[in-house]
């Protein structure tokens, strides 16, 4: 769904702030952006600079949404300073999103890693909401510890609702933590896919170069493999060309690709 906001920034209130994980928090914003599962807005705190980032809270909440804010640079070393009260100015919401309409009735394999789990929030919410309109569900989700595990008792509560839910961790701190020490991968190479089973990944790019191989030796389909490429983007409106992958660019074109349409262009 492409966006027709254009390029006013609106200013939004932080009205809560939490810590999910080591330099990562959870800011509840106040208001409505009226964004769909996957895309994102463009985010500027004056003086220090703007970032891309996917709202992370159910797309149907009134009143408020939720940004995650890891500080990975200069602008977003600032943003997550500041407290309930301060404010964020925000454009958007832009790009294309996970493809809801082609999940009804099918299997489905949600694949994250470290904060990769965050644009998919909000479509696990839709699967939650309206769980009777799909088959299988799978999250297969990979950290560097357990301490960077976001949204943690969120994750652990999904095991009465999916299928299947593994937590893979390179490195095990809290030994009484129900997750698996080792790669995304040695899960995912247990699962045999069903023919028309969806798989949506998100996630650092040597993940994504990792798992599909495994996904279609194990019978899913190149043309039900989604990726976002959300991590790719900074300026989000077309002019940096810092996204592109080939001929598209993440922000105007993504930033969620079908793999079989994307990967001719991924080493052009």
Request: aromatic share 8%.
């Amino acid at each position: 769904m492409k966006n027709d906001r254009g390029f006013e920034y609106q200013e939004y209130e932080i009205s809560n702030k939490e810590e999910l994980a080591p330099e990562t928090f959870l800011f509840t914003m106040k208001g409505k952006i009226g964004f769909l599962p996957g895309q994102f807005v463009q985010v500027l705190l004056p003086r220090y600079g703007n970032v891309t980032l996917a709202p992370c809270s159910d797309p149907d909440k009134k009143n408020s949404f939720q940004l995650c804010i890891r500080a990975a640079g200069a602008a977003t070393a600032k943003m997550v300073e500041l407290s309930p009260g301060d404010k964020l100015q925000m454009r958007g919401p832009y790009g294309n999103g996970w493809p809801i309409s082609k999940l009804i009735g099918k299997d489905i394999t949600l694949i994250t890693g470290g904060i990769g789990l965050v644009p998919l929030r909000p479509l696990i919410c839709y699967l939650v909401k309206y769980r009777s309109e799909y088959k299988k569900i799978n999250l297969i989700a990979g950290f560097k510890t357990d301490h960077h595990i976001v949204f943690k008792d969120e994750i652990l509560k999904l095991k009465a609702k999916f299928s299947d839910l593994e937590i893979a961790v390179e490195h095990i701190v809290d030994k009484n933590f129900p997750a698996d020490q080792g790669l995304i991968t040695e899960p995912l190479e247990k699962i045999k896919f069903k023919k028309n089973a969806v798989t949506l990944l998100c996630g650092p790019e040597i993940m994504v170069n990792h798992c599909i191989p495994i996904l279609v030796k194990n019978g899913m389909d190149e043309k039900n493999i989604y990726i976002s490429y959300e991590r790719r983007m900074e300026c989000g409106i077309g002019i940096c060309q810092h996204c592109n992958i080939g001929k598209y660019k993440v922000c105007e074109d993504g930033p969620v690709f079908r793999w079989d349409i994307i990967k001719e262009e991924i080493n052009k």
